[in-house]
């Protein structure tokens, strides 16, 4: 009877270690799926196309444009000008693309801006 014993606080030691990995497992691997990338945008035009706002934008000398369905939450006709762009991750936003938010401009300040709007980033060939 005393193997019997032994065997249960073995059991009953390894639960609180075995959760205690599980839950810092989680914890990185969901740090690490929320990154998000910033980055500079500007915008030099919109247009509304069956329903569809369409912006295009220039990042980093490339040329892509933001796609958001007219009267859906978070989708406005940016004017004109520079913004700060943050990628969303995967799965995590409204549109299922390249789902990005646009917020406020700011240079200096690192820390997320008021959110003008949610986006489909769409690279242009």
């Known amino acids: 009877m005393r193997k019997t014993q032994l ?3 073995e059991v009953h030691m390894r639960k609180p270690i075995l959760c205690t990995l599980l839950v810092l497992f989680l914890s990185f691997g969901s740090a690490e ?3 998000q990338e910033k980055s500079y945008i500007t915008v030099e035009g919109n247009k509304l196309n069956n329903g569809v ?4 934008i220039l990042k980093a000398g ?3 444009a933001l796609q958001c369905n ?4 978070g989708c406005a006709a940016l004017n004109d000008g520079k913004y700060q762009m943050v990628e969303l ?3 995590f936003g409204m549109y299922e693309c390249k789902d990005r938010d646009v917020e406020v401009y700011s240079e200096n300040d690192n820390s997320r801006q008021n959110k003008l709007g949610e986006y489909c ?3 242009k060939q």
């Not at 706002?53 to 295009?56: E, F, K, R, S, T």
């Not at 007219?70 to 939450?73: L, M, S, T, W």
């Open 7 to 9: 065997r249960s606080r």
């Open 70 to 73: 007219q009267g859906a939450p």
């Open 53 to 56: 706002v369409v912006m295009d």
């Open 89 to 91: 991750p995967q799965n």
């Open 33 to 35: 799926g929320l990154a």
């Open 62 to 64: 490339k040329t892509y």
């Open 121 to 123: 980033l769409i690279e």
